[in-house]
C-alpha cells in the first residue's frame, strides 16, 4: 500500500547542512505521525526526531537544537533538516510512520568527515 522515497543525503564536511525528504505515496498521510530514524554501521537503529499530526515535534539528545523536523501534508512529505552535521552523524537515513511501521524504504545515505 504506503510507498516513500528518501533523498537528500550526500557527503558533507564537519559543520555542513544537509536537507532530507521523505515523499510518501497512497497513504492517508496528514492523520499519522511520522518518524526520521537512522542506523550506522554496528549499531541499531535509532529514532532521530518525530512529529506528530498536530505537529508536535520531538528529537533526540544528541540531534536536538542542530536537526529541525518538518512536514507539508499538501505534498505528502517530511523533511529533516540538518545542521552542524558531526562525523557521529554519519548513518543511512530512514522515514517511517512513527506508530505504525510500514515497510522500510532504501533510506539515504550521510557522510560526515573532513
Known amino acids: 500500500q504506503v510507498q516513500f522515497v528518501e533523498s537528500g543525503g550526500g557527503s558533507v564536511q564537519p559543520g555542513g547542512s544537509l536537507r532530507l525528504s521523505c515523499a510518501a505515496s497512497g497513504d492517508i498521510f496528514h492523520i499519522y505521525a511520522w518518524g526520521w530514524y537512522r542506523q550506522a554501521p554496528g549499531k541499531q537503529r535509532e529514532l532521530v526526531a518525530d512529529i506528530t499530526s498536530e505537529n508536535k515535534r520531538n528529537y533526540a539528545d544528541s540531534v536536538k537544537g542542530r536537526f529541525t523536523i518538518s512536514r507539508d501534508n499538501g505534498k505528502n512529505t517530511v523533511y529533516l533538516q540538518m545542521n552542524n552535521l558531526k562525523p557521529e552523524d554519519t548513518a543511512v537515513y530512514y522515514c517511517?510512520?512513527?506508530?505504525?511501521?510500514?515497510?522500510w524504504g532504501q533510506g539515504t545515505q550521510v557522510t560526515v568527515s573532513s
Open positions: 517511517n510512520r512513527r506508530f505504525a511501521y510500514v515497510n
